[in-house]
Nanobody, 119 residues
């Protein structure tokens, strides 16, 4: 059974920092691309940052320079370091694992962790 379990969310003041973690089980973590998405109330889910199985990273323009995605294959964990947080970063953050199987993309989602940026 595949599980992605996020942690590290919470309430933080503008300008503060948080580090999200996502621990994967039930998959060979090192062969999956990993990503963080977020969904704010009334908005569509959007990609925040991603890291390929080879370690190549990508992030949304809105978080570039503030958020950093990384992975530790030995710990089956992907991280999202979030600095200089803004109120507009408030959302539920989801971890995603995906693998291209040719005819389809195999992917899994975590349950999400709430991040609230407010004074």
């Amino acid at each position: 059974q595949v599980q992605l379990v996020e942690s590290g969310g919470g309430l933080v003041q503008p300008g503060g920092s948080l580090r999200l973690s996502c621990v994967a089980s039930g998959i060979i973590f090192s062969i999956y691309n990993m990503a963080w998405y977020r969904q704010a109330p009334g908005k569509q889910r959007e990609l925040v940052a991603a890291i390929t199985r080879g370690g190549i990273t990508n992030s949304a323009p809105s978080v570039k320079g503030r958020f950093t995605v990384s992975r530790d294959n030995a710990k089956n964990t992907v991280y999202l370091q979030m600095n200089n947080l803004k109120p507009e970063d408030t959302a539920v953050y989801y971890c995603n694992a995906d693998r291209n199987r040719g005819a389809y993309v195999e992917d899994y989602w975590g349950q999400g962790t709430q991040v609230t940026v407010s004074s």
